[in-house]
């Protein structure tokens, strides 16, 4: 040690100031240890090996939960694809239910209560009158056929070609029909009621 304090030589004095900068930041550190030893208390944050880690900049130092950027892809994913799972029920859910609806099909007899109203009708009045007759007549059957008379479908026009100028599909198609047998009603005899009167009487309408 004589040899690095002889301030005389240049190159010794170089060599003091290297050698003996580690040594005293290696004496600090062991000092501060001790002392923490000794007294019970913890080790200063400067001291503790995560902190010195963190100072250096050190990829495994973190602190608190890690954010979700930071994480791999191999853990984030999983989450992502429970959630693009739910989303993608949810919407195979809606769609089935639309078709469902869009599926669902109205009776003839509902048919003709939505139509009624066109025609400045009761429903409550009138329907029951209107359901005596074309249940006399086809039971509701869009495809009944009168072999003697031709007459066809639910009002049993004759022949049942005149109902296409209620639409087309006529031979299939209950709303055409009721829609058509309806007009034909109003025309003739005002309303079901009136028309089941002449059923009634004469046996057709």
């Known amino acids: 040690m004589s040899i690095l304090r002889t301030p005389s030589s240049p190159r010794s004095a170089r060599f003091h100031l290297t050698v003996t900068a580690p040594v005293v930041t290696a004496a ?18 400067a001291a503790r090996p995560a902190a010195i880690a963190r100072a250096a900049g050190h990829p495994s130092a973190t602190a608190g939960p890690v954010a979700a950027h930071l994480l791999p ?25 639309t078709a469902t609806a869009k599926k669902a099909k ?15 009708w009761s429903v409550k009045k009138q329907f029951r009158f ?5 249940s006399r007549e086809s039971s509701w059957n869009k495809h009944a056929e009168n072999p003697y008379t031709g007459a066809y479908g639910i009002p049993q026009a004759v022949p049942g070609a005149k109902m296409s100028t209620a639409g087309a599909h006529w031979q299939t198609s209950a709303r ?13 005899y005002g309303s079901p009621h009136a028309a089941w009167d002449h059923e009634l009487a004469t046996g057709w309408y």
């Open 106 to 120: 109205l009776t003839p007899r509902q048919i003709a209560r939505r139509l009624m109203p066109r025609f400045h």
């Open 176 to 188: 055409t029909q009721i829609l058509w047998g309806l007009k034909y009603i109003k025309s003739r």
């Open 73 to 97: 892809a191999a853990v984030t994913r999983p989450a992502q694809l429970a959630a693009a799972e739910v989303g993608s029920t949810s919407a195979v859910s809606a769609s089935a239910l």
């Open 28 to 45: 600090a550190l062991i000092a501060g240890a001790v002392g923490a030893l000794g007294t019970g208390a913890a080790a200063p944050a």
């Open 130 to 134: 209107l359901n005596y007759l074309w």
